[in-house]
């Protein structure tokens, strides 16, 4: 099946500085999520991104899916910003109903 | 986010005792998901209902049953549950066509479960 993974697996960073997370998959793919696991366990979604690039406010995403990977661009960050990032790819070919989920990066972002 | 809402949101529970999560989306989708999320692992897809059809069944024991009475409502009922099934446990849901793309899924806030 599609191997998904995500770089780098822990993050520690000043409040204020940027960063960008990366997420690679093995093989082609319908559709692209990018979440936010806040440190209560709660999902909260980022981006919904196929292809291309979106912005929201301090975060940024973009998907390139002919070279099979996606960034996650945080900017200014800051303390609440800290929490597991997650992306879930949406195989072509599996035919169900099953987003992918990578390992996540583990954010901390100090004050 | 309150369009997906799951409870209870901790349970502590011993191994012969029967229980029930429950999760409700106020989103009006279609399609409702059980996800597992263990200690240092990814989220692990349990079951799908689409259109309140079980259409995923991904090799979960059967200690683990899920219910769908309708489409805004899914329940998972746990019975004899083994220590290694502590997790938090995430409910998910869509609004999805008959095509084969997938579209964007919404979570709860999810339960923890801890089995002694």
């Known amino acids: 099946g599609i191997q998904v993974e995500q770089s780098p697996p822990d993050l520690i960073l000043q409040e204020g500085a940027n960063s960008t997370l990366r997420c690679n998959f093995s093989d082609s793919v319908n559709n692209l999520q990018w979440f936010h696991q806040n440190p209560w366990g709660q999902l909260i979604n980022l981006f919904y991104i196929p292809s291309g690039t979106k912005q929201n406010g301090r975060l940024s995403a973009t998907t390139v899916a002919t070279e099979r990977y996606s960034l996650l661009y945080i900017s200014s960050s800051q303390t609440t910003d800290s929490g597991v990032y997650f992306c879930a790819v949406d195989p072509l070919t599996s035919g169900t109903y099953k987003y992918i989920f990578g390992t996540g990066t583990r954010l901390k972002v100090l004050a | 986010e309150t369009g997906v809402t799951q409870t209870p949101r901790h349970l502590v529970m011993g191994m012969t005792n029967k229980k029930s999560l429950k999760c409700e989306q106020h989103?009006?989708?279609?399609?409702m998901y059980w996800y597992k999320q263990s200690a240092k692992k990814p989220l692990e897809l349990m079951f799908v209902?689409?259109?309140?059809?079980?259409?995923e069944n991904n090799s979960v024991p059967s200690r683990f049953s899920p219910e769908c009475p309708n489409s805004s409502h899914l329940f998972l009922h746990l019975h004899t549950l083994q220590p290694e099934d502590s997790a938090l446990y995430l409910c998910a849901s869509s609004q999805e066509g008959r095509g084969a793309v997938h579209n964007e899924q919404f979570f709860g806030p999810g339960t923890r479960l801890t089995v002694l």
């Open positions: 209902y689409n259109f309140k059809e079980q259409t």
């Open positions: 989103l009006g989708h279609n399609a």
